[in-house]
Antibody, heavy 118, light 110 residues
Framework: EVQLVESGGGLVQPGGSLRLSCAAS????????MSWVRQAPGKGLEWVSV???????YYADSVKGRFTISRDNSKNTLYLQMNSLRAEDTAVYYC????????????WGQGTLVTVSS | SYVLTQPPSVSVAPGQTARITCGGN??????VHWYQQKPGQAPVLVVY???DRPSGIPERFSGSNSGNTATLTISRVEAGDEADYYC?????????????FGGGTKLTVL
């Protein structure tokens, strides 16, 4: 059974940093495209970042230069390092297994809430 | 960047058919995916590649895509279908890869 479990969210001050984790089971993270998608309170879904099976990474313009996606193959875990956080980064962050054929998200984690506030 | 436009809300009576549209420039040339999200829950894929259904999704959910509009159709709507629905495409045509979501449509079952 495929499972994705995010952790690492919490309250952080503007300008601070946070690292999110997404532990996967039932499949191999390194063999798949893996993404982070966020949802601000009361708002819609927004793509944040993706890492390809080959290791290439891409970011939304809103987070480029501040966020870094990575993975630990030995732990079968996806990460999102978030630096220079802003109030507008406040959101629930989901990790999702992404199908490389046409880019859909077949499996989602339950999400972890990041709140950026002083 | 590519933009997807959805109506903010759609209302339908139980047993009727709901149609949720997703507009985009020449969207018919792209693969469109649809997600259902209920309050406090993660999104769930209900249609992928325009019209395919993941296992476990009822046949009442179907999709189509042509020209500048993709449509999610929910037949014989039930109270449990009340949720937010999002369309999504993958823009893989340039070096700047991006995944795009529509703004979402709240389906209300009257």
């Amino acid at each position: 059974e495929v499972q994705l479990v995010e952790s690492g969210g919490g309250l952080v001050q503007p300008g601070g940093s946070l690292r999110l984790s997404c532990a996967a089971s039932g499949f191999t993270v390194s063999s798949n495209y893996m993404s982070w998608v966020r949802q601000a309170p009361g708002k819609g879904l927004e793509w944040v970042s993706v890492i390809y099976s080959g290791g290439s990474t891409y970011y939304a313009d809103s987070v480029k230069g501040r966020f870094t996606i990575s993975r630990d193959n030995s732990k079968n875990t996806l990460y999102l390092q978030m630096n220079s956080l802003r109030a507008e980064d406040t959101a629930v962050y989901y990790c999702a297994r992404t199908y490389d054929s046409s880019g859909y998200y077949g499996y989602w984690g339950q999400g972890t809430l990041v709140t950026v506030s002083s | 960047s590519y933009v997807l436009t959805q109506p903010p809300s759609v209302s339908v009576a139980p047993g009727q058919t709901a149609r949720i549209t997703c507009g985009g420039n020449n969207i018919g040339s792209k693969s469109v995916h649809w997600y259902q999200q209920k309050p406090g829950q993660a999104p769930v894929l209900v249609v992928y590649d325009d019209s395919d259904r993941p296992s476990g999704i009822p046949e009442r959910f179907s999709g189509s895509n042509s020209g500048n509009t993709a449509t999610l159709t929910i037949s014989r709507v039930e109270a449990g279908d009340e949720a937010d629905y999002y369309c999504q495409v993958w823009d893989s045509s340039s070096d700047h890869r991006s995944w795009v979501f529509g703004g979402g449509t709240k389906l209300t079952v009257l």
